[in-house]
């Protein structure tokens, strides 16, 4: 018989104003700093960074500055202790910060058997974290040269960015078989346009102006995301489908059960 099995595919996010609400790298700052790895002024920058992104986004030369501080801000940093950071305050940072719509776009791909994977200009040692917490089934992100010492030199290895998640989504869809044609991305930013270009459906979420312009004039969806809310709070709400499966196998069991007693106190009484 021939094999007429459909193709694999991916679902691919962008992190940072499309699955969660603020920068990951920056919402990490004051833990940081408690920790000891970036001073007050430092902290302070880093919260006006923020801010800045998230008051109006960040275009191509914004993102290459906020590359370089950041770089040299990492500078020296001892990385196991930067995992440990991230480790201890993940939940209390991003869990309230994820956007509803979001997750719920993740468990339907999950469901529809696609793979769910995150493409981040972040940091590995932040956005890898925050995949798992997410559910996601692979992560593509940006990642800094470690010394022989396991400190950050301040050199990048691989930058997410740009083009470069576009190439990242080519090899994956080579080395995992995914029908790009058949694959989803999802983006805010116009910087993302060469990884929205690499699919068969893109989607522009909280587009800033320019990939706004984009996406209307390409007819692709626009998704606006703005509820986020704690993943714990979305158990208690939503069920997951695996909770909602386990709840009608015992709802089927019950009801087989509940017909077996009858029958048996029909024959009873016979």
Not at 19 to 40: C, D
Not at 82 to 108: C, F, G, Q
């Amino acid at each position: 018989m021939e094999n007429h099995s459909l193709p694999r595919t991916a679902a691919f996010f962008d992190l940072d104003k499309t699955v969660i609400a603020k920068s990951s790298t920056l919402t990490f700052s004051k833990s940081f700093y408690q920790g000891g790895l970036i001073n007050r002024r430092a902290a302070l920058r880093t919260a006006y960074t923020q801010f800045v992104f998230l008051a109006g986004g960040a275009d191509h030369d914004q993102m290459e500055r906020m590359r370089k501080y950041l770089s040299a801000l990492c500078r020296g940093w001892n990385v196991q202790q930067v995992k440990d950071i991230v480790a201890e305050t993940l939940h209390d940072l991003i869990d309230p910060i994820i956007y509803d719509e979001a997750a719920s776009l993740i468990e339907e791909h999950h469901i529809a058997g696609r793979d769910v994977v995150i493409v981040s200009t972040s940091g590995a040692e932040v956005v890898e974290p925050i995949g798992e917490l997410l559910g996601a089934d692979r992560v593509v992100a940006t990642r800094m040269v470690v010394g022989d010492d396991g400190c950050f030199t301040g050199e990048v290895e691989y930058y997410a960015y740009g083009p470069t998640k576009a190439e990242a989504i080519r090899d994956l869809a080579q080395s995992e078989e995914y029908d790009l044609a058949h694959c989803y991305a999802y983006s805010d930013s116009a910087t993302d346009l060469p990884m929205l270009e690499a699919v068969g459906h893109p989607h522009a979420v909280n587009p800033d102006r320019t990939l706004r312009k984009e996406a209307l004039a390409r007819g692709w969806p626009i998704l606006d995301f703005h509820r986020p809310v704690r993943l714990k709070q979305r158990l208690a709400v939503r069920p997951r489908p695996a909770l909602l499966a386990a709840a009608a196998i015992g709802a089927a069991a019950a009801t087989a059960g509940l017909v077996w007693y009858a029958s048996r106190r029909r024959v009873a009484t016979a």
